[in-house]
T-cell receptor
Framework: AQSVSQHNHHVILSEAASLELGCNYS??????LFWYVQYPGQHLQLLLK??????LVKGIKGFEAEFIKSKFSFNLRKPSVQWSDTAEYFC???????????FGAGTTVTVRA | NAGVTQTPKFQVLKTGQSMTLQCAQD?????MYWYRQDPGMGLRLIYY???????DKGEVPNGYNVSRLNKREFSLRLESAAPSQTSVYFC??????????????FGPGTRLTVT
């Protein structure tokens, strides 16, 4: 079974600071990787995804993530956060031809104006 | 396109009552899912249906049943609600990919309180 670990439970930043959220997974085969965002009171929305090819993927709202296969990691980054990036961020993994996603526990990001 | 819709948005039940949460998607996806979200625990999969006519247990199936009514609709039933089932419930759908699935699309959620 796959498991997903997100390193930080809660991150507090000031506007314009850089953000990096860690995500590691435990499956050794082919994986599809996702980052989702959940704004307060809303449902999950896809930020970005990786299936194959360039390991640096760009998503919406200036987010990007890098897949490092040797480290089983898929870290999310944003060079300069805004107050509107305050949300909960979830890493998710689909592997082995499975039909399910395994989610990390989530990281709450609070951006202070 | 409405995407994934869920009803109701909010529900309060007394312990022992039953109810069904409804989910429908208009994206012609094969796979549908039910999750619960609790603080600090991320999303936990209750049941899923990889394709019409099949259902499988997820991580936390106890106390729940599901029905894949047709390709569009996937319902979740609580036969005898317990306070431990107080949670936010999300339905999702996705398309199958050669190796696994594409991204999942989520509904707006149902906030359920069991007293």
């Amino acid at each position: 079974a796959q498991s997903v670990s997100q390193h930080n439970h809660h991150v507090i930043l000031s506007e314009a600071a850089s953000l990096e959220l860690g995500c590691n997974y435990s499956y050794g085969g082919t994986v599809n990787l996702f980052w989702y965002v959940q704004y307060p009171g809303q449902h999950l929305q896809l930020l970005l995804k990786y299936f194959s090819g360039d390991p640096l993927v760009k998503g919406i709202k200036g987010f990007e993530a890098e897949f490092i296969k040797s480290k089983f990691s898929f870290n999310l980054r944003k060079p300069s956060v805004q107050w509107s990036d305050t949300a909960e961020y979830f890493c998710a993994v689909n592997g082995g031809g499975d039909y399910k996603l395994s989610f990390g526990a989530g990281t709450t990001v609070t951006v202070r104006a | 396109n409405a995407g994934v819709t869920q009803t109701p948005k909010f529900q309060v039940l007394k312990t022992g009552q039953s109810m069904t949460l409804q989910c429908a998607q208009d994206m012609n996806h094969n796979s549908m899912y039910w999750y619960r979200q609790d603080p600090g625990m991320g999303l936990r999969l209750i049941y899923y249906s990889a394709s019409e006519g099949t259902t499988d247990k997820g991580e936390v199936p106890n106390g729940y049943n599901v029905s894949r009514l047709n390709k569009r609709e996937f319902s979740l039933r609580l036969e005898s609600a317990a306070p431990s089932q107080t949670s936010v419930y999300f339905c999702a759908s996705s398309e199958l990919r050669g190796q696994g699935i594409y991204e999942q699309y989520f509904g707006p959620g149902t906030r359920l309180t069991v007293t």
